[in-house]
Each structure stands twice: as C-alpha cells, then as structure tokens.
C-alpha cells in the first residue's frame, strides 16, 4: 500500500434488514483517498454515499470488506475503541450542522476538545484559532439561533477541525444553504485541502459543489461508477 | 477526558435543554408532586395515629390488665387486685403518693363538632396517682377535678373534636350530669383524646360497684419491669398479665396503622403507575426531541454510557424536583392537622395530629427518585442504543 493512501476502503458490503427483506446498500465497493486529496462523492438518493462516508468515519461498521484509514483497520474496533478514534482522527460536517442549540458557538467548537487532555486555556486557544480560520471570531458568543445557515455552517467546520483532524468528512455541507452561503463554504473547504492540507471527503448531490474538488467518483447501486448517473 | 467529565458536559447540555421543554417537564414533576404528596398525606395519618397512640408511652410505664385480656375493655380486676398490683416489687414513688392508678374505662356517645354523628369518647375513671404514672400530663384551662365529684377534665384533643366538652359546660351522661372543670394535654398522646373523671365517681355511675379495668404503674426504671412481671404474674392472689405500655399501644395502634398505611401505599402505588408513565412519557419525548443532538455527540466521539447517565440525571432531576413540591406541599398542607378516627380495638375515637415526620418525607423523596429511575431508564437504553448512522438522519 502507497504511503499516500489515507483511506482504504476494500471490498466493503452494507446490508441493512428490513422485515424479513435484506438491503444491499453497499455491494464489494473499493475506494482509496489519497492524503491531501479533496474526494467528491456523488450520486443519487439511495445510492450509498452517505453510507460510505459513515463507513469511513468510522460511525457505522461494514457488513463485509475492510476499511483501513493511515494503515489502521477501524472495522473491527469496539464501540468504545471506536468513538475514542473518531475524536481523534475525524471532523465531521454535516448537512444541517447539528449544533447545539443551547451552546454558544465558542462553546459548541470546543465540544470535541472537551474529548482530549488538553487545559482550559489550551482548549480556548484552539477554538479561537479555529473560529478564525472560518472567519467567524466575532461571532464566538452567538448561539446558533442568532446565525444565518451559512454562519451556522461555519461552526460547523470550525467544531470539524478543532482537533486538526486526519480527515474531514463533509454529509452534504451546501445541501442547506444558497448558493452564495453554499460558495463561501466550498471556499473554506478549499482552502482547508490546499492551505491546510486537509483530506476531505464529502458527499453532495451538487456538481457545483463537485467541481470544487480534486476528483470525484459516482455511486450507483451501491458500487462506484465511472459515469455520472442521472 | 475521563468518563466522569463526559458525563457531566452531557448532562449539563441536557439540563440546559431542559428549558426549552417547559411543559413536558412541567407535567412530569407535577404528576410525580401529585404523587408524593398523595403518598405522604396518607401516611402522615398512620404516622400521627401511632404517635398519638405511642408517643405518652414511656420503657418505665407498665399496664396490667387481666389475664387473656387484650384491651382495656375486655379486661377486669377487683379492688383487691389493684392492691396486689400496687405493692408490687419496683413501682415508683412521686410527690403525691405510689405511681399507680387503678382505672376504669367506659365509652360514652357524644357528637362530632365536624359531621354532629355520634362518635365513642373514652371516660376514663382514674385514681390520684394517674397523674404520678403519667408525668407529661398538664392541666391547661381550668382546673384538676376534685375526688367524691361529678367532676371531669378534658382532653386538648377530644375538646377540639367533640361537641359539649368546652370547659365550664356540663355533660349529661345517662342519668348524671358531669361539669367540666378543665383541658388538659398529654403531649399529643392517646390520653388527649380521653375525658377523665374520679374513678370512685365513676364505678357507682357505671354501676361497676367496686371494680376496675386496668392497672396503669411507673416503675423506678425500666429495667424495673422483669422483676415487677415476675412478682404478679407468680402471685397465686392475682391471675393477670402485665406489659411495658410501649409494646401495649404499639399493638392498639397496629389495626388502623396497618389499614391506613397499607391503603395509602396502594393508592400511592397506583397513582405512581401514572405518574412513572408520565416520566416515561417525558424521557421518551425528551430523548425523541434530542435524538441528532445525541447522535451528534456520539459522532463527535462521546461515548454511550455518559449519554444513558446524562438521560437518567435529567429524569432524577425532575423526579426530585416533583419529589421536593410534593414533600413540601404535603408538610404545609398535612402536618399537624388535627381529626380523630375509631381505634378498633378499644372501640372509641382517637384525636390525633397528622404527622409528617422526617422519615416519611424521605420515603416520599425515595419514591420519586424510585419513578424517576425508572422513568428515565429506558429512553436512556434507547438513546444509547439507536446507531448513531440511524440518529443522524432525523429530523
């Protein structure tokens, strides 16, 4: 294995069990993601990307295959070993930002710090320098409520590099937002790949917001697909 | 960070969102308040029963009844008995003579002032010495009545809830008219519920010649009480049976603290069912309403376990919270209010106060927290348990 690749995925299955019905979701797809690399997924609905990248992540376990991320298999961690990983190596953004409506922005970014060793004043250090990465210092003590989506987002990213992540997974961050909004935080996302050298992986629906990357691959059915599907 | 540290940013983001769930929140801890002051009103009855029935008794104070006899009422001895009884080994001595008053025990019918039914009001012939037996006897309005007269005193009790009994007033009792000369209380003890007259007085009204009931005696201590028991229950001159007046009025008190205590425990049981899926309700709602917040958390890396605590803290908050209002609405709405109620074994009323004591308000807080445990139990399983790919996806 190329000490370039981050994330390999190999062979993966996901069945999920409805009734008395099994659902392939996922069927023997293998993926790798280079380090430093800003990875595109798209497809349509039910096509498997976001259960790819919570495969990734480490949020959700393979029926079948292998995920391995900087040469560590996390398939077979336990739930406990697992949440311990994730806070360690992955940022995660989502498409309706999931913060906390009752945290402050400052204090919604230091949620994940609040998993490390780190001291009081350390901690608040890092969510500075995070808050102004996504240009958003002056808005350290608004609560969610008092932000625009796009603002909102940029929490949100904030919360997902914190802890200077491997990888950043991204669930569809413009799916929520206009287009301008969903412009500014493509930009961020780029300047975290290429200033900060962040791997990022994410998911959308949206070519605009593929094109931002640096290569993108299709699912369809549950495998990947050379050609864009409709 | 350690577990415990989770636990508690968890937990302190679940009691923040507490507020945005006024009303379910609001429900749960006025249901569990419902409950609990449910559960320690009805208690707080029994509880003041037995202490009214307990509370004169002291280790050093005896009662002799006749043999086989299990109340006063059933019980009978002659006036040569009582005299046995009285020089008995270990019976102590006050200022005014031996601690010993032969007494006898009628029941007579007068109105409640609350419903005006007739209710049965022990009248108590007593010697002199029952003011040596019990000590803790005080004469409060008027004065002690006087040996040889148609004369009673009355108890604090009996004179709040019986009709006629004010003091100046004369009671007709069958043929005979008897003035009320004065009030008396007993530290809130049985004998407040009583009217208490000269035995002599008594025996002739009663036509009971020159018999008594029962034999009331303090001991020099209670360690006093072997040797006094031996000495009578030996003597070949009187067939009786003696006992330590705590263990006697422990016993006179079981029937109705039994049915009250066990009455209000069903009632408190069945209205706790409602109350705990109240609680259960809330949780439910709560930890539906949180679902992405959780999920979110545990995508971040939290672990489970801090989240199932944080979901149980929250519903013992709120248990607590409805335990405390209800203890509380119960002490200021129970404690102290005065009725009086049949004590099935002697046959007549027994005023009493309820009693919210210390130990049944932390019974009503341990219920609570017992619902709220419970309550909060399975919706924190079900947070902990739902996968985190599942909880991120709704809404």
Known sequence: ?230 | MNWLVQVVEVTGFALQTLLTRKGASAATVIGIAGVVAVLVGVLSIGQGFRKAMTVSATPDSVIVLRSGADSEMMSGLSRDETRVIADAPGVARGASGAAVSAELFVVIDLPKRSTGTDANVPLRGVEAGAFEVRRNLEIVQGRNFEPGKNEVIVGAGAAVEFAGLDLGKTLRVGQNDWLVVGIFTAEGGIAESEIWTDAGVLQPAYRREDSFQVVYARLTSPEAFDAFKDALTTDPRVNVKVLRQTDYYADQSSTVYNMITGLGTLIASLMGLGALFGALNTMYTAVSSRTREIATLRALGFRASPVVFSVMIESMVLAFLGGGIGSAGAYFAFDGFRAATMNWQSFSQVAFAFEVSPSLLLQGMLYAAGIGLVGGLFPAIRAARLPISVALREL
């Not at chain 1, 079948?64 to 949440?83: M, N, P, Q």
């Not at chain 1, 992540?165 to 969903?182: F, I, M, N, V």
């Not at chain 1, 996302?189 to 290569?215: C, F, W, Y």
Request: net charge neutral; aromatic share 4%; charged share 25%.
């Open chain 1, 1 to 230: 294995m190329s000490n370039d690749v981050l994330v390999h995925v190999r062979n993966v299955e996901k069945r999920f069990r409805r009734g008395s019905e099994d659902i392939h979701v996922l069927s023997g797809l293998s993926l790798e993601v280079p380090r430093g690399e800003f990875l595109a997924l798209m497809g349509p609905s039910g096509s498997g990307k976001t259960t790819l990248l919570n495969l990734i992540g480490g949020l959700d376990r393979p029926t079948g295959g292998s995920v391995e991320i900087e040469g560590e298999r996390i398939d077979g961690f336990s739930d406990r070993k697992l949440a311990a990983w994730r806070a360690r190596h992955v940022g995660l953004v989502f498409q309706m930002y999931n913060l906390l409506p009752v945290l402050t922005a400052e204090r919604n970014v230091d949620l994940p710090l609040l998993l490390t060793h780190l001291s009081r004043q350390e901690r608040r250090r890092h969510v500075e320098a995070a808050l102004a990465v996504v240009g958003l210092s002056h808005r350290a003590r608004h609560f969610p409520r008092q932000m625009s989506g796009g603002e909102q987002q940029r929490v949100g990213i904030a919360r997902a590099i914190v802890t200077d992540p491997t990888l950043l997974l991204c669930d569809e961050p413009t799916g929520d937002l206009d287009r301008k909004a969903g412009d500014e935080i493509l930009d961020l996302l780029q300047v975290l790949n290429r200033e900060q050298g962040k791997t990022i992986v994410m998911v959308t629906h949206d070519p605009h917001a593929s094109a931002r990357a640096s290569r993108t691959v299709h699912l369809n059915k549950g495998q990947l697909s050379t050609e864009a599907v409709p």
